[in-house]
Nanobody, 116 residues
Framework: QVQLVESGGGLVQAGGSLRLSCEAS????????MSWYRQAPGKQRELVASITRGGSANYGDSVKGRFTISRDKAKNTVYLQMNSLKPEDTAVYYCYALKSGRVEYWGQGTQVTVSS
C-alpha cells in the first residue's frame, strides 16, 4: 500500500504563487512516475505535470512555463511550484502515483482557488 498526503493548497490572487507538496509513504519502491492532476467543477480530471524516477518531467499545455514539478527522493516528496496563477487554475489538485506499472494511488486532494 502507498499513502499520498498533499499539502499547500489555498487561496491566492491572480498572478500569485503556491507550492504543493505530496509525501508518499508505505511500500514506495517501484513508484514511477508521480504526477499531479487537477479537477475543476464540471470538468474532467486532467494531467498537470508528471515526473519520472529519473527526473524527466512533462506538463499539460495549459501550465507549461508557469508550473514546475520536482521531487526530493530522500523525503519521498514531490512538489508542484505554481507561478503566475490564473483564475482558470482553480481546481482540486490530486497527487498520483503509479506502482509497478499497474497499481494506481491517489491522494485526497487539495483545493487551489485563484481569485481575479
Amino acid at each position: 500500500q502507498v499513502q499520498l498526503v498533499e499539502s499547500g493548497g489555498g487561496l491566492v490572487q491572480a498572478g500569485g504563487s503556491l507550492r504543493l507538496s505530496c509525501e508518499a509513504s508505505g511500500t514506495i519502491l517501484s513508484i514511477n512516475p508521480m504526477s499531479w492532476y487537477r479537477q475543476a467543477p464540471g470538468k474532467q480530471r486532467e494531467l498537470v505535470a508528471s515526473i519520472t524516477r529519473g527526473g524527466s518531467a512533462n506538463y499539460g499545455d495549459s501550465v507549461k512555463g508557469r508550473f514546475t514539478i520536482s521531487r526530493d527522493k530522500a523525503k519521498n516528496t514531490v512538489y508542484l511550484q505554481m507561478n503566475s496563477l490564473k483564475p482558470e487554475d482553480t481546481a482540486v489538485y490530486y497527487c498520483y502515483a503509479l506502482k509497478s506499472g499497474r497499481v494506481e494511488y491517489w491522494g485526497q486532494g487539495t483545493q487551489v482557488t485563484v481569485s481575479s
